[in-house]
């Protein structure tokens, strides 16, 4: 919520809280017999709207420079909000609220009609009731970050973890990458499935200049979601009401999006391009490299309103990942002051990695009744990866000279360890999805509502996994980390055949066919004088995976059905002080999907169960008003237990699946978040989350799982200058503790399990509105934009070293093996373009 005051004055904390206290009274003795309304007027474009004047009866306010407005109303009864404006058509709506109750309407004015319309507030709002957290799309495209997109933003909720700025894979409280459920406009996205590394990843499948509103659930959803262990982000394209441009220029890239719609307005659509050049993250890196980093995609959605019962939608998305990287040298200081220790590298080759990916869905709406919606959905998804390299790294490991003053300062002088690597890929995969789904609800009566699917999936993947490396060391190959073979490696010969250190091939043929179905219940109701909130449903999904091994005969198969029973409850007491309390708890399932099937040999086992978790999680909502400004307090505590559990690996963003499910594990933790108006006018919060998940992995024990990050405290702040409004600036802070990995990939964790170190990172942004699209200008150039403006940006502003794993050397005499950190991005600047049309 947005809310701005040009009339408050900073005044001292001890007599803000002493006026807090004094309203506080009087609205308890004098005003007991009111209640709030308080929101942002938005235009067709959600763009708020200043000077704006509503009324209701005698009582009447106006609408600041960010479109913010409160007024309190007399209670249990009607009352009449009329809202106009000069150059926008009113907006009419009635309330009926209860005693001390206090609610959020944010309206829409129109230039084309007139809006009219009776509401009657009995409940809170939905996210409330099913802990759902929704995410203002103007935030999503005003907070950036190396990374933009609602992931940037995602990382700041508490349970969430994202430890490389360069990816848009997040993992929450203790799940991974591919634990979390996308959906755009009720349609499943999917994302590449042979990235290794946040520098081939690109552009995220969100694109923010199309979103209308952003839910976000850590856990604990209901039925109608499908099945995964951790998250739900749910996205909203928008209908485009008027015709309308928007583009964005930075140092990073670009992106055009346009929305138009018919005369009679039965057919609207918006397309939206992007451009991402990540060279100027990549070139800062420690590794100099020559390397082209080109992203593009091209989506759209069209709405064709064929009556006011039947409508059809097409979601239509073509992306190319395209990534040549060269690297030429690298050198990379660590140890400590007394002992500093250097790694040079020096590379030949070359890697050459595309991905291409297409998609498009259709989806009919019909409107039989009021209370009837009926959907059918279909959607095609195909992508084509390439991941192709050749590199030879050739390495030094050695002391430095730290003689201050000495012209060979920084240089190494004496070589501890000489050797080299290569590493060759040739990986393709093709992957083709197609979904045909049909979804229903059906209101029964005011305070109950069911809702329904079935959903036929069809997967079929072709993959090609070819991968080698060979390790020399002074001269000596290296054989593969086979521990029971005695190996004493270059002081005794070793005799046997020459065995690359690592060697992966396999060739697969995998089809796979999904049916899914849901029913769920949802009540809304009083208990006393409370509101209740009920709701329950269960899901069933069966699957059967067949496989084989091209020109061969043999196909293995194997079949599976799971349940899924998932219920909420939610309370908000009849209280003075805006309470809410809910309870979820529910059996969730992963059935495998193609990665979760490959094993570290790269063979799929198609025998691999779903991954099975029990969800408990409870929930509490404290509303409350601070210096006369909306805040809100919220807090969860929850706790899984899983069991089936598919132990992996996890190195950068590459997750490698053991493919069995020969572990139990679990995870707890405690997330909170405030939010509200620190500053008047803009939206910001603070999150903690505290995490502890662990794993048994064949009765030896439990011990930290890849993604056990313990603390994390996230930060999302809005500022600007009182003087100058026009002038605003934003916080995006991050602190992660440290997870496990960084080990060599084939060290039992059992044995060798260290963590990496903690991952801090700010990023700082600066914004000036040239042209503020509620001005009128008497400029030229100016009255050519609905608005424009410019930014400056620092990522990383305080340097901050992160490293995401491990490069691991051996000293020759001493056979130790050093842990040499793959850092992240440094501090890196950018500008920033952004208009309307």
Do not use: C
Request: proline content about 4%; aromatic content about 12%.
């Amino acid at each position: 919520m947005k809310q701005h005051f040009l009339e408050n004055k900073k005044e001292p904390l001890k007599l803000n809280i002493t006026l807090l206290i004094a309203l506080l009274g009087f609205s308890f003795f004098g005003l007991s017999q009111s209640a709030t309304i308080r929101g942002i007027i938005l235009d067709e474009t959600n763009t708020p709207i200043s000077g704006v004047n509503i009324k209701a009866g005698n009582q009447g306010t106006a609408s600041n420079e960010n479109g913010f407005y409160e007024l309190k109303i007399p209670a249990n009864v009607d009352v009449t909000l009329i809202f106009t404006h000069l150059s926008h058509e009113s907006v009419t709506q009635t309330f009926n609220l209860k005693n001390g109750q206090e609610i959020e309407y944010n309206p829409v004015m129109k230039v084309d009609i007139e809006q009219i319309g009776v509401v009657v507030i009995n409940s809170n709002t939905r996210q409330k009731e099913d802990g759902v957290v929704t995410i203002a799309p103007e935030l999503i495209r005003t907070i950036k970050g190396a990374q933009p997109g609602v992931e940037n933003i995602l990382k700041t909720l508490p349970g969430v973890n994202v430890s490389n700025e360069l990816s848009t894979q997040y993992s929450v409280r203790g799940g991974n990458f591919d634990e979390n459920l996308v959906y755009v406009n009720e349609i499943e996205v999917y994302r590449p499935f042979l990235i290794r590394s946040g520098q081939q990843e690109g552009l995220s499948f969100v694109n923010t200049d199309l979103v209308q509103n952003v839910d976000f659930s850590a856990g604990g959803f209901q039925a109608k979601y499908g099945d995964k262990l951790s998250s739900v982000l749910d996205i909203t394209y928008r209908t485009p009401l008027k015709f309308g441009v928007r583009a964005e220029a930075s140092l990073l890239g670009g992106s055009l999006a346009a929305e138009a719609v018919s005369k009679d307005s039965k057919f609207s659509g918006i397309v939206g391009l992007r451009y991402r050049d990540n060279s100027l993250f990549i070139n800062s890196l420690e590794t100099e490299t020559n390397v082209v980093p080109v992203f593009a995609d091209a989506q759209t959605y069209l709405t064709y309103k064929f009556s006011d019962k039947f409508h059809l939608n097409f979601l239509g998305n073509l992306s190319l990942n395209k990534y040549d990287f060269q690297p030429q040298n690298r050198q990379t200081n660590f140890g400590t002051l007394d002992e500093p220790v250097a790694l040079l590298v020096f590379y030949e080759g070359q890697e050459k990695d595309q991905y291409f990916t297409s998609f498009g869905a259709f989806k009919a709406n019909y409107f039989p009744t009021e209370d009837l919606t009926l959907k059918l959905i279909g959607s095609a998804y195909h992508t084509t990866e390439e991941e192709y390299f050749d590199i030879l790294a050739q390495y030094r490991l050695g002391e430095v000279n730290s003689n201050i003053g000495d012209e060979n300062l920084g240089e190494v002088e004496f070589s501890e360890g000489i050797g080299s690597q290569l590493t060759h890929a040739r990986n393709d995969l093709d992957a083709l999805i197609f979904n045909i789904e049909h979804k229903g609800d059906y209101k029964l009566d005011e305070e109950n509502t069911f809702e329904w699917s079935l959903k036929y999936t069809h997967e079929d993947i072709r993959d090609r996994l070819v991968e080698w490396e060979v390790i020399d060391s002074a001269g000596f190959s290296v054989r593969p980390p086979i521990f029971d073979i005695p190996n004493e490696q270059p002081y005794e010969p070793f005799e046997g055949p020459l065995q690359a250190f690592e060697n992966v091939r396999a060739t697969n043929e995998v089809q796979i066919d999904r049916l899914q179905a849901y029913l769920q219940w949802s009540k809304r109701s009083t208990w006393g004088n409370s509101d209740v909130f009920y709701n329950a449903g269960v899901r069933v999904h069966n699957w059967t995976v067949n496989s084989k091994v091209p020109n061969q005969d043999d196909v293995s198969s194997a079949s599976q059905t799971v349940f899924s029973p998932r219920a909420q409850f939610a309370i908000k007491p009849d209280w003075e002080k805006d309470m809410l309390f809910r309870a979820a708890a529910g059996v969730y399932y992963q059935p495998p999907f193609y990665r979760e099937l490959r094993d570290s040999s790269g063979v799929v086992q198609p025998d691999v169960k779903a991954q099975k978790s029990l969800h408990f999680v409870l929930g509490h909502e404290y509303s409350f008003e601070l210096w006369e400004r909306p805040f809100k307090l919220v807090t969860e505590a929850y706790y899984k237990s899983l069991t089936d559990v598919n132990p992996y690996t996890l190195e950068n963003v590459r997750i490698r699946y053991r493919a069995r499910n020969n572990a139990e594990a679990y995870a707890l933790g405690l997330d909170m978040r405030l939010n509200g108006e620190f500053i008047p006018g803009t939206e910001s919060w603070f999150s903690f989350g505290f995490l502890k998940t662990e794993e048994n992995i064949d009765d030896r024990g439990f011990i930290s799982r890849p993604t056990d990050q313990r603390l994390k405290f996230g930060a999302l702040f809005q500022d600007y200058m009182k003087a100058l409004p026009d002038l605003k600036m934003y916080l995006n802070l991050v602190y992660n503790t440290g997870v496990p990995g960084g080990s060599p990939s084939y060290a039992d964790p059992y044995v060798f399990q260290s963590r990496l170190p903690d991952y801090k990172r700010a990023d700082v942004g600066i914004s000036y509105l040239l042209v503020d699209p509620n001005k009128t200008y008497t400029t030229k150039w100016k009255q050519k934009f609905k608005e424009l403006s410019i930014g400056f940006e620092i990522f990383n502003i305080f340097n901050a070293q992160n490293s995401i794993t491990n490069t691991w050397v051996r000293d020759v005499y001493s056979k130790r093996q050093f842990a040499i950190p793959n850092y992240l991005t440094p501090r890196v600047f950018n500008v920033r373009l952004s208009t309307r049309f």
